[in-house]
């Protein structure tokens, strides 16, 4: 009997521990996010239109950059609001890998080249059969294109970290058309500057955002919420006429050699497809 209460206060112990440690909030984001996004993937445009978009996640490569796996998040009313316009939005993203002593990822970390980093996919489908993001000569409507990570990122990202009081401002850099890229020869390639909050503030009460990045780091915090981060972004887009869908790929992140290095090791080997 005795044994068996000491093996049953150990095993309880041990519970606890794992509980309060950082390394649960790195399985549980992990865990959650597999069951979550494998579900908005069922009832995603991928799904619907029979539509292959993989890109690849941080386990690509040997180093600590980005979370495992890229995951997928529906929000087609939402979107449909922002924009005054009935559309369908799937989105693919990911972030920067946990840092496993914080039990967080490094998306908070002022000093990690991939503080406020991004990247992934989005796929846009008007309900009237338009075309999103290009006018009837295949022009770039750069306002319209812009239009999807601005709403990404106030919306889904800094809202749901509890931040409202949302500044999000671009600068077109460069807009390069009819580029090759991935298996096409049409794709437009636009770089921006962006100035936006940055994730890093003080915890003070549980945020739906928390299940995936962990919890923000006391460390990090410097006294102001939620503070202004220069960024750079990269967007591609193309019209998808076999889907009735424009395609996206895009990085964004606070240095100019990480949106390189994502989009040659990342989004350049992405690949989009019928099933």
Same mark, same amino acid.
């Given at each position: 009997m005795r044994k068996r209460i000491v093996r049953r206060l150990i095993i309880f112990t041990c519970i606890i521990l794992l509980v309060i440690s950082p390394i649960f909030q790195v399985l549980k984001s992990y865990f959650v996010m597999i069951i979550y996004s494998q579900y908005e993937k069922q009832h995603s445009?991928?799904?619907?239109?029979?539509?292959?978009?993989?890109?690849?996640?941080?386990?690509?490569?040997?180093?600590?950059?980005?979370?495992?796996?890229?995951?997928?998040?529906?929000? !087609?009313a939402g979107f449909s609001h922002y924009i005054n316009k009935e559309v369908s939005l799937t989105i693919l993203y990911n972030f920067?890998? #946990?840092?496993?002593? !914080?039990?967080?990822?490094?998306?908070? !970390?002022?000093?990690?080249?991939?503080?406020?980093? #991004?990247?992934?996919?989005?796929?846009?489908?008007?309900?009237?059969?338009?075309? #999103?993001? #290009?006018?009837? !000569?295949r022009k770039p409507k750069v306002d319209e294109i812009a239009a999807v990570p601005k709403y990404d990122l106030q919306y889904l990202v800094l809202n749901s970290l509890g931040c409202y009081d949302v500044t999000l401002d671009y600068q077109t850099d460069a807009i390069q058309q009819?580029?090759?890229?991935?298996?096409?020869?049409?794709?437009?390639?636009?770089?921006?500057?962006?100035?936006?909050?940055?994730?890093?503030?003080?915890?003070?009460?549980?945020?739906?955002?928390?299940?995936?990045?962990?919890k923000p780091p006391?460390?990090?915090?410097?006294?102001?919420?939620f503070p202004l981060i220069k960024l750079?972004?990269?967007?591609?887009?193309?019209?998808?006429e076999e889907f009735n869908a424009t395609a996206f790929l895009y990085v964004i992140a606070p240095h100019e050699d990480i949106i390189e290095k994502t989009d040659k090791t990342f989004l350049s080997q992405a690949v989009i497809k019928s099933k």
């Open positions: 445009l991928l799904s619907k239109e029979k539509m292959v978009m993989d890109i690849s996640g941080g386990l690509k490569t040997r180093e600590k950059d980005w979370y495992p796996f890229v995951m997928v998040f529906n929000d !087609n920067g890998a #946990f840092e496993y002593l !914080n039990g967080a990822s490094s998306y908070y !970390n002022p000093q990690s080249p991939y503080l406020s980093a #991004f990247y992934g996919g989005y796929v846009v489908q008007p309900k009237d059969g338009s075309v #999103f993001g #290009f006018d009837e !000569n009819n580029l090759p890229y991935l298996d096409k020869d049409d794709w437009t390639r636009i770089d921006a500057s962006i100035t936006t909050n940055s994730p890093v503030h003080r915890y003070r009460k549980p945020q739906r955002a928390y299940i995936q990045y962990g006391a460390k990090y915090y410097e006294g102001e919420d750079k972004g990269r967007i591609y887009a193309r019209y998808y």
